[in-house]
């Protein structure tokens, strides 16, 4: 089975550490965050694996090399120019040419990748999305009113929100919604599917999840990493 991880963000929320080390190879316990998803996937069959890469590309080719090290095949796509989110798939569309995961190079989640997988391929369409939901406390009293009548009060309700995990499958015919070499992103393709009238699955996600997109994550990484990732245990 084959899988992408998007590792070409800039990581500028995540500055001074990116400033020398491409975000995806940040340590993490005693592994780096892209070492971390290599080992997830290939423990639930992601054999192929390509690197999506655009910012200090050169450092993630010397870290891995071809993947052997961790029992996969592994390949480093380069943008020549940043291509956005969904964009840098399509230099890979020839090579993509079975279903195939997707994940951000910022993630780390206990999710089982193998039956995301399967629940995607009984799936009537071309992309599925995993999902996470997040509730956010808020702090203040909302109002229900009608006119000037106060007619209800929530005390400090939880925002409820259903948020996009980073983490897809897709199928080859998804290609067709792509422009050629242009910055296209996931919401963009999302939306063009949607407009299109075409179907679209997500798949929700239980498991443990963590986006390292700004520093307090990172040390959030750091704390948990014994507890979720580290096997040696």
Same mark, same amino acid.
């Given at each position: 089975m084959k899988a992408v991880i998007l590792a070409g963000g800039l990581g500028?929320?995540?500055?001074?550490?990116?400033?020398?080390?491409?975000?995806?190879l940040l340590p993490i316990?005693?592994?780096s965050m892209?070492?971390?998803?290599?080992?997830?996937?290939?423990?639930?069959?992601?054999?192929?694996?390509?690197?999506?890469?655009?910012?200090?590309?050169?450092?993630?080719?010397?870290?891995?090399?071809?993947?052997?090290?961790?029992? @996969?095949?592994?390949?480093?796509?380069?943008?020549?120019?940043?291509?956005?989110? *969904?964009?840098?798939?399509?230099?890979?569309?020839?090579?993509?040419? *079975?279903?195939? #995961? @997707?994940?951000?190079?910022?993630?780390?989640?206990? @999710?089982?990748?193998?039956?995301?997988?399967?629940? *995607?391929?009984?799936?009537?369409? #071309?992309?599925?999305?995993?999902?996470?939901?997040?509730i956010t406390p808020f702090d203040f009293g909302n109002i229900f009113f009608d006119g000037d009548t106060v007619t209800g009060i929530e005390e400090k309700p939880d925002i409820i929100m259903y948020i996009l995990a980073g983490i897809y499958v897709m199928k080859p015919e998804i290609f067709r919604f792509f422009p050629e070499n242009e910055f296209f992103g996931m919401d963009?393709?999302?939306?063009? #599917?949607?407009?299109?009238?075409?179907h679209v699955t997500k798949y929700d996600l239980h498991d443990y999840w963590l986006d390292i997109g700004r520093v307090d994550d990172y040390y959030t990484a750091q704390k948990e990493y014994n507890s979720h990732f580290n096997t040696s245990l």
């Amino acid at each position: 089975m084959k899988a992408v991880i998007l590792a070409g963000g800039l990581g500028v929320r995540l500055k001074p550490f990116t400033q020398v080390i491409p975000k995806p190879l940040l340590p993490i316990g005693e592994k780096s965050m892209l070492e971390i998803q290599i080992e997830r996937l290939s423990r639930f069959g992601f054999k192929e694996i390509y690197l999506a890469t655009n910012y200090k590309s050169d450092y993630i080719e010397r870290f891995f090399g071809d993947g052997s090290e961790f029992g @996969v095949k592994l390949a480093v796509s380069k943008e020549d120019k940043p291509l956005g989110t *969904a964009g840098p798939l399509a230099l890979l569309k020839e090579k993509l040419d *079975a279903p195939f #995961m @997707v994940m951000n190079g910022d993630i780390l989640s206990l @999710v089982d990748f193998g039956k995301l997988y399967e629940f *995607a391929l009984a799936q009537d369409s #071309m992309l599925t999305l995993a999902i996470k939901k997040e509730i956010t406390p808020f702090d203040f009293g909302n109002i229900f009113f009608d006119g000037d009548t106060v007619t209800g009060i929530e005390e400090k309700p939880d925002i409820i929100m259903y948020i996009l995990a980073g983490i897809y499958v897709m199928k080859p015919e998804i290609f067709r919604f792509f422009p050629e070499n242009e910055f296209f992103g996931m919401d963009m393709l999302i939306k063009r #599917m949607l407009e299109g009238g075409h179907h679209v699955t997500k798949y929700d996600l239980h498991d443990y999840w963590l986006d390292i997109g700004r520093v307090d994550d990172y040390y959030t990484a750091q704390k948990e990493y014994n507890s979720h990732f580290n096997t040696s245990l």
